[in-house]
């Protein structure tokens, strides 16, 4: 049950990533994160698993209070 809010987190975080990347991202390549569909992506995920993690303990803090 833990693993599985990274892994949604994960998920959605990879697909927020890549809709930057294609949507708004850098148009001349030159921006190291933003340039890269994978490398936007990857971050995307990350932040979306630390997100996912954030929230989680904040809805168990709320819940106990």
């Not at 340039?35 to 971050?43: E, F, K, R, V």
Request: charged fraction near 15%; glycine fraction near 14%.
């Amino acid at each position: 049950m833990k693993l599985l809010k990274y892994i949604i987190g994960f998920c959605i975080g990879a697909v927020a990533g890549f809709a930057y990347y294609y949507f708004i991202g850098c148009r001349t390549g030159a921006c190291p994160i933003t340039g890269n569909p994978i490398i936007s992506t990857l971050w995307g995920g990350v932040i979306g698993a630390l997100l996912a993690d954030t929230i989680a303990d904040v809805l168990r803090k709320k819940k106990t209070t």
